[in-house]
Nanobody, 126 residues
Framework: QLRLVESGGGVVQAGGSLSISCTTS????????IGWFRQVPGQRREGVAC????????LYADSVKGRFTQSRDNAKNTVSLYMNNLKPEDTATYYC???????????????????WGPGTQVTVSS
């Protein structure tokens, strides 16, 4: 069964760091780009980062560029998002998602992803 599950969310003070992970099952992780998205209630889901299957290419939203980084361990079926210098506006539910189609390039568009995790809450206090 195809699954993605996020973990590692929590509460952190502004300026702090937090990492979240996405554990996958039911498909060959290395064949797919994985995206990270976030959503605040009442707002649209925003793409923040993406990493291709080989880790050779990454993509970041302008709002997180220089503060967030990614890594993946395909053998362990895990993708991680490292968030530094967090700001209160980074508070959201964070989701990982699988890019539609094998060996595709990264995008930050919701419509390009076909399977989603349930999300993990990240709260940044001021």
């Amino acid at each position: 069964q195809l699954r993605l599950v996020e973990s590692g969310g929590g509460v952190v003070q502004a300026g702090g760091s937090l990492s979240i992970s996405c554990t996958t099952s039911g498909f060959t992780l290395g064949d797919y780009a994985i995206g990270w998205f976030r959503q605040v209630p009442g707002q649209r889901r925003e793409g923040v980062a993406c990493i291709v299957g080989s880790s050779s290419s990454t993509l970041y939203a302008d709002s997180v560029k220089g503060r967030f980084t990614q890594s993946r361990d395909n053998a362990k079926n895990t993708v991680s998002l490292y968030m530094n210098n967090l700001k209160p506006e980074d508070t959201a539910t964070y989701y990982c998602a699988r890019r539609s189609g094998q060996f595709r390039l990264c995008t930050l568009d919701n419509w390009d992803f076909d399977n989603w995790g349930p999300g993990t809450q990240v709260t940044v206090s001021s």
